[in-house]
């Protein structure tokens, strides 16, 4: 490779539109799962060990809505090792928090497994969506540019 070359970028458009869009799905599908789950179960008791359960939840929950902003720290400080490597920092910023805030959501669905009920997630789901709008807004010109069709003829060399 030449001397100031960047590498191609390792995640083809089709591979981020997939990523994104099935992050941002989830919080609007999951509380309606735990709906069926809770519905489906009506009559058995809760696990014992469901308030356990809620303050592990609520733990990995919030470690993983506040990760990403630590991520995206580290990757600014760190871009052009990221660049090296063939990853666009802003993209994995996005991907990494869009991981993040489902979290809260998927725990909430966890816990409708063993007992909870589906209210919590809704509220959870509700958690998540605020914190994508954060991550997406903050990212829009990343999301513009992996779902501009000009900007995929030229990233995928068409």
């Not at 390792?10 to 997939?18: E, F, G, I, Q």
Request: proline share 6%; charged share 20%.
């Amino acid at each position: 490779m030449a001397e100031g070359a960047r590498p191609p970028l390792r995640l083809s458009t089709l591979k981020l539109r997939v990523m994104y869009l099935t992050l941002l799905v989830q919080p609007l599908l999951l509380p309606l799962y735990s709906s069926l789950v809770e519905f489906g179960r009506q009559g058995r008791p809760p696990a014992g060990w469901l308030g356990t359960a809620r303050f592990l939840a609520a733990t990995f929950g919030t470690y993983m809505l506040l990760g990403p902003f630590v991520c995206e720290w580290v990757y600014r400080k760190s871009a052009e090792r990221v660049r090296e490597k063939g990853y666009d920092p802003s993209e994995m910023a996005l991907l990494i928090g869009l991981a993040g805030s489902i979290q809260p959501v998927m725990m909430s669905f966890l816990l409708v497994l063993i007992g909870e009920s589906a209210k919590w997630a809704y509220i959870a789901a509700l958690i998540s969506l605020v914190s994508e709008g954060h991550w997406c807004w903050r990212y829009r010109a990343v999301l513009r540019r992996v779902y501009s069709s000009s900007a995929n003829s030229k990233r995928l060399g068409m």
